[in-house]
C-alpha cells in the first residue's frame, strides 16, 4: 500500500496445540444434535484436513499484552482473547451485582444452555477454539447449540457495515414497517 519493501523480520509466537486436541474435540461434536447444516459442515471441513495449530499472539502495538516477561512486546490474538473476555465481563457484572460468585451460574452450571449466536466467519471460533480452550480449563460448559446463519447480500455483494455496504435500520424504519424486515430476515435464514 505503501510502496514500501516489505522488510523480513524472525520472530516467536506461542501457539493453541488444536492438532493434539482434535480427537477430543471430533468426541465433542458428534454429541451435538440439531446443530444446523452449514455450522457442523464448515467445523467437518476444519477437522477434514487435520487441524494445524494456531498462533494466539501477535506483534503488534495494541492489544492486549501476553503477560510473560519472554513475551513483553506480544498481544494476544483478538480471538484467543475476546472469548475469556465473554468470561471476565460476566465476573464483572457479577461483582456489580453483588455476588462475585454468580458469574458460575452461567459458565460453570451444568443447567445451563450455553448458545452462541454469531454470523458465519466466527463459526471457527465459538465452534473449535473457544470449546477446546473451555475444555482444557475443564471445569466450564460447553455450548449446547452455535446457530449461526450465512452472509447476507445486498445488490450482489456481500453485506457490510465496516465498509458502508449496509441497510441502516434507521433509515429502513423511516419509510418502511418493520414487520416486512423480520420477515425477510426471517425466511432468508439458512
Known sequence: LTGNVPVTRETVH???????????????????KNWKSNVMGQCRSWLS???????????LK?????????A????????????IGYISATREWA????????????????ETSLIHFIC??????????????????GDYILPENVPAN???????RKLSTSRGWAVWLEEYLESHDPDLLRYVLGTTLP
Open 72 to 83: 513483553q512486546d506480544k498481544v494476544l490474538y483478538v480471538w484467543f482473547d475476546a472469548p
Open 120 to 137: 458465519k466467519d466466527n463459526i471457527v471460533f465459538h465452534c473449535i477454539m473457544f470449546p477446546l480452550m473451555l475444555m482444557k480449563h
Open 95 to 110: 461483582e456489580e451485582q453483588g455476588d462475585p460468585e454468580l458469574w458460575r451460574t452461567w459458565w460453570q452450571d451444568e
Open 49 to 59: 484436513g487435520g487441524l494445524n495449530d494456531r498462533a494466539v499472539t501477535r506483534d
Open 14 to 32: 506461542w501457539y493453541l496445540p488444536l492438532g493434539k486436541m482434535q480427537p477430543e474435540l471430533e468426541k465433542w461434536l458428534d454429541t451435538r
Open 150 to 156: 450465512e452472509f447476507l447480500n445486498l445488490e450482489g
Open 62 to 70: 495494541w492489544g492486549v499484552s501476553v503477560p510473560l516477561e519472554e
